[in-house]
C-alpha cells in the first residue's frame, strides 16, 4: 500500500516537474532565442532599407558632386598653382614682386616660408623687404595686392620712415599668404 501511494504522488510529480523543466529550458530558450532573431531581422531590414533609400538618393549625389566639382574648377583661378606648395609659392613670390616693381619699389630681401595645412588648401607665406619711394606707391602695391586674383592677405605689414628729415624713401616689410589647393 505504501509503494501504491507512492506510485499514486510520485509518478504526477515527477510528470509536473517534467513539464516544468521542459517549459524553463525547453519553450522557455526557445522562445528567448525566436524573439532574437526577428530583433535581428528587424535591425537588418531597417539597415537594407537605408541603403534601398541611398541608393535611390544616388542620381541627386552624383549631380550634387558634379555641380561641386565644377565649382571648385570654378574657384582654381582665384588660387595660386603650382605642382608642389614650394613652386606655388614661388609665384606668389614672383606675383608680389612685381607689384612692388610696377609700382616703382626696388625689392631688398624676400624668402618662401614653410607652407602650413589648411583644411583642403595649402597656405603659402612669402616674406618680402622692399622699398618704395613714397607713400602714393605704397598705396599703389597695397591695392595691386588686395584686388588682384588669384588672392593675396597681406598678413602682417610694417613701414618705416627710411630718413626722417626727408621723409620720401620708405621700408616696408611685408608677409603675404596666398592659398593653393593642397596636394
Not at 510529480?13 to 522562445?31: C, E, K, P
Not at 537594407?48 to 558634379?66: C, G, H, Q, T, V
Not at 613714397?134 to 593675396?152: D, F, I, K
Amino acid at each position: 500500500m505504501r509503494k501504491s501511494r507512492l506510485y499514486k504522488i510520485g509518478i504526477p510529480l515527477i510528470a509536473v516537474l517534467s513539464v516544468l523543466l521542459i517549459y524553463r529550458y525547453g519553450f522557455v530558450s526557445i522562445r528567448q532565442k525566436v524573439s532574437f532573431i526577428k530583433e535581428e531581422q528587424s535591425v537588418t531590414l531597417r539597415t537594407l532599407e537605408k541603403y534601398e533609400s541611398l541608393i535611390a538618393r544616388m542620381p541627386d549625389i552624383k549631380k550634387n558632386l558634379s555641380s561641386l566639382k565644377e565649382q571648385r574648377k570654378n574657384s582654381e583661378p582665384k588660387l595660386f598653382s603650382g605642382n608642389t606648395a614650394a613652386l606655388a609659392g614661388a609665384a606668389l613670390q614672383e606675383t608680389v614682386k612685381g607689384i612692388i616693381a610696377s609700382s616703382g619699389g626696388t625689392i631688398r630681401t624676400e624668402r618662401i616660408n614653410e607652407p602650413s595645412q589648411a583644411g583642403q588648401f595649402t597656405v603659402l607665406n612669402v616674406g618680402i623687404e622692399a622699398e618704395v619711394p613714397n607713400t602714393e606707391a605704397l598705396s599703389n602695391v597695397l591695392y595691386g595686392m588686395e584686388t588682384r586674383t588669384p588672392y593675396m592677405v597681406i598678413k602682417e605689414l610694417d613701414v618705416r620712415v627710411k630718413n626722417i628729415k626727408s621723409p620720401a624713401d620708405l621700408s616696408v616689410r611685408l608677409d603675404v599668404l596666398g592659398l593653393t589647393p593642397a596636394k
